[in-house]
């Protein structure tokens, strides 16, 4: 199944340390990753000379970036827009220097107990400032479904994508975080399958929200998978396993490689042969 997809992921929930990351990513066979931090600091904190250096480090060891894991639209919709904005030109300067075409990124968080249509005018001016800088940088914005943010739900993705998808805005979805927020992810995919140009390989379970390994939740991740593959998708499937504090990680198989794994190399260990499984059986 999903042949000609590439696998990549997280791998901060490795490990901190960027050497212990992609040590694991190559025992994995895994050539990507989605930068989002590495030695302790977040993407959006990075000098351009330390992102060349890390670059470099990366490029060595025969890893290329599939994409930018930002921060970007993860603040509150009634906090000062700027400061966050030029936040965002550095990380699209980084996401140039990394060569990959894309930046995940979110569409802020909505004041607890309000009704999130009340921002709609204000989230929208921002995500068009969002998107007429990275069109005229050539990059494309990937939309997260993310908890408690604007675009949390189905149908309030779809009013973004409606009004902004195009060549430099697309989607990233992602299973358990639509679970997490009671929206059953058959329907929230039947819906936004055009806009889908990335995909986040996280499952979690409707009755407690605890995210699991793929396939294990009710994300539906197999289904929808066969249903990407129905539909000729041929981009990344990023690993964002989040098990580290998964319930039952202490009770799992820890041997799955030849030396003993930390929590976060045995979660992302796990996560990846879940994925594998479900591919390989099709």
Do not use: W
């Not at 197999?222 to 009770?251: C, N, Q």
């Amino acid at each position: 199944m999903l042949e000609k997809t590439r696998i990549t992921g997280f791998a901060d929930e490795i490990h901190t340390d960027i050497r212990i990351q992609v040590k694991l990513l190559q025992e994995l066979g895994i050539k990507f990753l989605e930068f989002r931090s590495a030695n302790g600091k977040n993407v959006a904190e990075y000098t351009l000379e330390e992102a060349a250096e890390l670059k470099k480090f990366l490029r060595a060891n025969s890893i290329k970036v599939s994409a930018i894991g930002s921060p970007v639209g993860k603040i509150m919709i009634t906090e000062d827009f700027e400061p966050h904005f030029e936040t965002y030109k550095k990380v699209v300067e980084i996401a140039k220097l990394m060569e990959t075409p894309y930046i995940r990124i979110f569409s802020f968080f909505i004041p607890e107990g309000e009704d999130p249509e009340k921002y709609q005018d204000e989230v929208f001016a921002r995500m068009k400032r969002l998107i007429d800088y990275a069109k005229g940088q050539n990059l494309i914005l990937l939309h997260e479904n993310e908890k408690d943010i604007y675009g949390d739900t189905a149908s309030r993705c779809f009013n973004l994508f409606e009004k902004f998808y195009g060549e430099h805005f697309k989607c990233a979805f992602d299973f358990a975080n639509f679970v997490q927020c009671r929206q059953d992810t058959l329907k929230a995919f039947e819906l936004l399958k055009p806009y889908v140009e990335y995909v986040h390989i996280k499952d979690a379970v409707f009755k407690t929200g605890e995210v699991v390994p793929a396939g294990e939740g009710d994300g539906n991740v197999r289904d929808l998978l066969s249903r990407l593959e129905e539909e000729g998708y041929a981009g990344y499937l990023s690993l964002e396993p989040h098990l580290a504090e998964f319930a039952a990680l202490k009770t799992l198989e820890k041997n799955v490689m030849q030396r003993t794994l930390t929590d976060g190399e045995a979660a992302y260990t796990i996560a990846f042969h879940a994925l594998m499984k479900i591919l390989k059986q099709g």
